[in-house]
Each structure stands twice: as C-alpha cells, then as structure tokens.
C-alpha cells in the first residue's frame, strides 16, 4: 500500500530512527554519492500554493540527487487554479509521477489530494502541518546532542503548523516537549491529541504552559517560528500584539534554559519579531544547519516512501 506523510504521525518510532540514520549516511562526505541512482526513471511533482525557498529547493536538489527528475509547479499554473477539483488533478498526476509534494493553504485539501493519489503524497506544508520541517529539526537535534530520547524541547511563540508536527514527532520519539503560547494561540487540539496518544507508555510528555520561561527551564533545545505564518497576514497586527515582547526568544530567555542549549528556527526569520539578531546570529544558534539538514531528510524520507522495502532497507545504515 502507498504511503503517504501528512502530518508525522504516519511514522512509527523505528520509521524515524531508520529514516534519521539514513538521512545521517546520506549527509557524510563517504556516502554523499550513495542513492544517485534509485529514482532513476521516476519523476515527483511539486505543488506550491504558497511561496518557498527551503522546501521548494531542497526537494528540486534531492530529487534530482537520487537520479529522479523534480516537476515544479505553482497551483496557479495548473488547472486546479481553474477550478479542476483536486481529486481529478491527483488521478491524473498518479499517471504521470511517481510522488506528489504539495504545499497547501487547508490541510483538507491535501487530504482530499492523497485519498484520490495511486502514488505517495508528501505535506510541504499546510495551515496545520510541516513534517517534513520536523524531521529535519531532529537530525539537528541528534547531530548536536546525541541522542533525542529523554531530551527537553521548549517551544516558545505560536502554536502553529510547525508546532502541531513537532508535539507529535516528540511523542514518538520520547522527547519531554513543553510549548510555551499566549492564550488563544495553542496548538491544533486533534494534533495535541494524537501526540498524548502516542506518547503514552513511552517517555515522552507534551505539556502546554504559557509562562516562556517555565517552558525554557532545562531545556536542551529552545525552538520558536514567525508569529504571522503564511496566509494569516490579516491578522498580523493583533497577532504581534499578543505575542511581543513576552514570548519572543532573547538571550535572557536563552539564559534560563540549559548552558548549552541550542536555538533552533524553521526560516524565514523576523529579527526583531519571534528572535532576536543577537540570538539567531549568535552561538547558540543551528538554523543554517536544521536548513540544510532539509535536504538530508527529505532524500531519506524520498527513499522510504518511494522505494521498495529490500532496496530500502539496502540503504539504511
Ligand atoms: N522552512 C521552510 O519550510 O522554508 P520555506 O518556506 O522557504 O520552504
Ligand atoms: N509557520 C510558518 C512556517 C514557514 C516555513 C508558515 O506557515 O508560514
């Protein structure tokens, strides 16, 4: 059966431990070569609702890395932007590629999109999610602590799409997640759900706080994105309002999580906004490395969707 990544709660904890591993050898100079040739003959669209720069050109190189060819399109461009319903747009793209990336404005929409899929669907992003950010965050993670089980992640500003994915990757991979948010900028209910789900009976805990310093207190990790997402720039005013200044990452907060915690930030930044220059451009921060670890995971996370299990597994470290 196709499997699809929509949210990150498609993976099991080993799912994510063998894709972080392959993502790992794919990145080491020995093994950069390794994989350039498994999608040969295989194509995989690429739909953009909204603008890119990470996601659109990490998929273009990873695709092409591993010998496939990248059709990158813009929603506008195709006949969806006229009306075709998604569902028609899936069955014929199922003919022509062989995996669909999409970045969408409603999370319905991609769901709709892989029901009608005969070939694996990837979010690049929706109102609700970004898995694919996520299990480059972790490969951060692990590169510069070793390990992520058993490590506190504090998640500091909106409780946005990255958020959603984050609570529930932390959950399989026994992470304690503390997300620190004004009122009425929470995480997505269904998404806290499925986490607390998953993250019983292992040692993971999700919690919600709303005091950014409770959340940071320990932690080996602090994370935060933009306070206006894409598509909520109406709202921009009363959002920036709620959120600064108490929940925008300074180095007096840094300063209340571990000595050497890292700081971790999605991209596009807002310096000024959700971090400050001093801590997005300072010691603590990975964010070009979470960046380029973009194109690590998702050549790992291409194979395990679109390979067969043998020639994966044949991959895996
Ligand atoms: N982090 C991320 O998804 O960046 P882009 O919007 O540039 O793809
Ligand atoms: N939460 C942000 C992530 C951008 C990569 C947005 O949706 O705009």
Not at 85 to 93: C, K, M, Q
Not at 221 to 243: H, L, N, P, Q, Y
Not at 262 to 291: K, M, N, W, Y
Request: aromatic share 6%; with cysteine.
């Amino acid at each position: 059966m196709k499997k699809d990544f929509l949210t990150f709660s498609e993976l099991t904890p080993a799912d994510v431990k063998s894709i972080l591993g392959l993502a790992g050898r794919l990145k080491s100079q020995r093994d950069r070569g390794l994989g350039s040739a498994v999608l040969g003959g295989r194509s995989v669209a690429l739909i953009f609702e909204k603008p890119s720069t990470r996601t659109r050109v990490s998929f273009q190189v990873a695709v092409s890395e591993l010998g496939g060819y990248p059709v990158s399109l813009s929603a506008s461009e195709l006949q969806l932007g006229r009306g075709e319903t998604i569902e028609d747009t899936a069955r014929v793209l199922s003919r022509y590629v062989h995996c669909v990336m999409a970045r969408v404005n409603r999370h319905g929409d991609l769901e709709r999109l892989a029901e009608a899929s005969r070939v694996p669907v990837i979010n690049g992003l929706s109102d609700l999610y970004h898995p694919v950010q996520v299990l480059a965050d972790l490969l951060t993670l692990m590169e510069h602590k070793g390990r992520l089980k058993g490590l506190k992640v504090a998640w500091v500003g909106d409780g946005d799409n990255v958020c959603n994915s984050w609570a529930i990757a932390a959950a399989l991979t026994g992470i304690e997640f503390v997300a620190a948010t004004p009122k009425g900028y929470e995480p997505n209910k269904g998404a806290l759900a499925t986490a607390s789900k998953l993250a019983r009976g292992t040692t993971a805990d999700i919690r919600l706080v709303s005091d950014p310093v409770e959340a940071v207190s320990h932690a080996d990790c602090v994370i935060t994105d933009t306070f206006v997402s894409m598509g909520f720039e109406a709202e921009g005013r009363r959002r920036k309002k709620a959120f600064i200044p108490k929940y925008q990452v300074t180095e007096q907060l840094m300063s209340k999580a571990k000595k050497d915690a890292i700081f971790q930030h999605c991209l596009p930044a807002h310096r000024g906004e959700e971090v400050t220059a001093e801590v997005i451009d300072g010691p603590q921060s990975v964010v070009f490395d979470e960046a380029e670890n973009r194109l690590h995971t998702t050549k790992a996370l291409l194979c395990y969707l679109m390979l067969g299990r043998a020639e994966y597994s044949a991959l895996t470290p």
